[in-house]
């Protein structure tokens, strides 16, 4: 599925639309050069789930861990990753294996390491703005982009080429 984002404004509701989607829980992939909006729709993810304050990345703690009511959200930033097996020293296995939302920046880092996703999201800079392209890789992620694509908010960010894909 590929979405249009001409502006920060549609990527937060596109990341909100897009946590609705998730119902708090599975793992959710994000790629893309820096500046292309990776933690933009994880504020709007965490929007979608409550979240009313500030959105940072955790670039150097590797994890920011969220308590939204009983849903348990970990957002992780593997940019300054130096090897995969940190992720063992800071109890990554016990956060993926939770039943959470585990929303992950930069996972090609983690590479071997990371459970599988259940949705991959590539984000991509683009002359009208940002453009993001999913990928299901489980049932939950495929039953997220149908989601995405019945969502009548959405229609408008969803390219013609998705719309008309059976």
Known sequence: MRIRLVDEERQVV????????????????LEGELGA??????RGILRALGHAGAVKSPTYTLVEPYELGERQVYHFDLYRLGDPEELEFIGGRDLFAADALCIVEWPSR????????????????????????????????????????????MADMISNEERETP
């Open 14 to 29: 596109f990341g909100q639309r897009l946590g609705k989607a998730l119902e708090g829980r599975g793992r959710i992939y």
């Open 37 to 42: 909006g990776k933690t933009t729709l994880t």
């Open 110 to 153: 983690g590479e071997g390491w990371l459970p599988p996703p259940d949705v991959a999201v590539v984000l991509s800079l683009c002359e009208s703005g940002r453009e993001a392209l999913l990928e299901a890789h489980t049932e939950h992620g495929r039953t997220v982009l149908h989601t995405l694509a019945r969502d009548a908010d």
